[in-house]
């Protein structure tokens, strides 16, 4: 079992849509939860972290985590063509030092 | 200030040679991760240094990959007798003072064995 677990896709929606990225996890000692933003050719650029259960509010991106379910998701609302990229998902443990990312969602906006 | 840096961006070599890639990570970040990115994959850990703690190489793939980091600041990753498998984009990243840190990306180095 992976680590950390996302849908490779590609996830297509339209401009203005909600684009909903899923995350899970399997280690219930987890502490920290990311998402990164991966344009093609590009280094991985963070956009949200969160650490407590329920949602988190940046702007268009809401994160949601829920521990119990060791899920964590992104939410892009009012979708972008600029937001068509490559979403990584990290989960960093209580202890050790490596940070687990999963192989990412490929999000195309169509405008 | 200045974000981390890698050189150089992009390396071509030949299946046998030794290469080095380097890391300038943001200053006053006292910890610092080599990953490796091959084409359409996630991103793999390989090896983190923090301060003066002894490295976690726990992801290295094989005794061929090599990492130091001098004054705890610069890092060399050096890769001996490459193989076409070594082909990959090798990222560094940083954080200030690692575990659950945000850690923050260089542009990478794409390193093409051929």
């Known amino acids: 079992q992976k680590e950390v677990e996302q849908n490779s896709g590609p996830l297509s929606v339209p401009e203005g849509a909600i684009a909903s990225l899923n995350c899970t996890y399997s280690?219930?000692?987890?502490?920290?939860f990311f998402w990164y933003r991966q344009y093609s050719g590009k280094s991985p650029e963070l956009i949200m972290f969160?650490?407590?259960?329920g949602d988190k509010e940046d702007g268009r991106f809401t994160a949601q985590l829920n521990k119990a379910s060791q899920y964590v998701s992104l939410l892009i609302r009012d979708s972008q063509p600029s937001d068509s990229a490559t979403y990584l998902c990290?989960?960093?443990?209580?202890?050790?030092?490596?940070?687990?990312f999963g192989t990412g969602t490929s999000l195309t906006v169509i405008p | 200030g200045a974000g981390v840096s890698q050189s150089p961006s992009n390396k071509v070599t030949e299946k046998g040679k030794d290469v080095e890639l380097r890391c300038d990570p943001i200053?006053?970040?006292?910890?610092l991760y080599w990953y490796r990115q091959s084409l359409g994959q996630g991103l793999e850990f390989l090896i983190y240094?923090?301060?003066?703690?002894?490295?976690?190489k726990s992801g290295l793939p094989s005794d061929r990959f090599s990492a130091e980091r001098t004054g705890g600041s610069v890092s060399t990753l050096t890769i001996q007798r490459t193989q076409q498998e070594d082909s990959a984009v090798y990222l560094c990243?940083?954080?200030?003072?690692?575990?659950?840190?945000?850690?923050?990306f260089g542009p990478g180095t794409r390193l093409t064995v051929l």
């Open positions: 280690d219930r000692g987890s502490q920290s």
């Open positions: 240094f923090q301060g003066n703690s002894a490295p976690d």
């Open positions: 990290a989960v960093s443990r209580v202890t050790g030092n490596q940070f687990y």
């Open positions: 969160i650490y407590s259960n």
């Open positions: 200053s006053g970040h006292t910890a």
């Open positions: 990243a940083s954080s200030i003072a690692g575990g659950v840190d945000t850690q923050y």
